[in-house]
């Protein structure tokens, strides 16, 4: 599906958007045939709406279907955006920084560069929250799927790499360049011919357990050595932008 297509979807939208980018297995580097469209971003209510008594529509979700492929768009108003962005949250600065954007503005540029301080040391507990997450569900899964696996190795890695670099990078073919792991092109490989539900015969749970808590440990001592600040410090220019952004759309 072209951008083209995607760009679409997020024209047809009822609130201006300040950006909106591809999320997901196209993100990460490893889409399959059958991978959904996952677009993210954040719009923009007008005052009129927000300070008045009915309930403001924080997030808007769409899914739709088309030509066999779900699109799903999720948005969050720029208030509830620029707040996640104060927290521990990897998602969003994926989102944020991700390189295929499908809708653009000045301000998102501008976002992009005040994220950069957001960025903080203990963002390492998503990274580590996800992967446990994704390597419960690998081993449970009878034959084992490839897809929660690729997303263990994926999080893991982007994990390190920030906590050494500063810098947010979530495709794992592109991670793999840095660490040139030598299972990576294999698995990933397994997952583009497959598909969404692709499995790993006689996958070695054992080996793979190893390297993940290799990995894992790896991540922790980053953390330790990691050079990033301790709290967020963009929110004075977060709330500047934020107010201008909605007098604007206003």
């Not at 920084?97 to 560069?113: D, G, M, N, Q, R």
């Amino acid at each position: 599906m072209s951008l083209q297509q995607l760009s679409k979807i997020v024209s047809n939208q009822p609130y201006p958007l300040l950006f909106a980018t591809v999320s997901g297995a196209h993100l990460y580097g490893f889409p399959s045939p059958d991978s959904d469209y996952d677009l993210r971003g954040s719009h923009i209510l007008p005052v009129q709406e927000f300070i008045g008594l009915n309930e403001v529509r924080e997030t808007i979700e769409v899914s739709e279907v088309q030509n066999s492929l779900e699109l799903d768009l999720v948005t969050h108003d720029i208030k509830k955006f620029f707040e996640m962005l104060l927290k521990k949250n990897g998602y969003v600065l994926e989102q944020l920084y991700s390189p295929i954007v499908v809708h653009t503005t000045p301000e998102h540029e501008e976002l992009k560069a005040i994220a950069k301080h957001c960025i903080t040391r203990y963002h390492v507990y998503h990274y580590l929250g996800f992967a446990q997450t994704q390597w419960k569900l690998f081993e449970k899964e009878h034959p084992n799927r490839v897809k929660p696996l690729l997303y263990v190795y994926r999080v893991l890695l982007t994990g390190i790499y920030l906590m050494r670099t500063g810098v947010i990078e979530a495709n794992l073919v592109n991670l793999n360049e840095e660490f040139k792991l030598s299972y990576i092109p294999y698995l990933v490989a397994r997952k583009l011919e497959g598909g969404e539900r692709s499995f790993l015969e006689n996958a070695d749970v054992s080996f793979h357990k190893l390297e993940c808590d290799r990995l894992r440990n790896e991540l922790e001592i980053a953390f330790k050595e990691s050079t990033l600040p301790e709290s967020p410090s963009a929110k004075n220019e977060l709330n500047d932008l934020l107010v201008r952004v909605r007098i604007k759309a206003s």
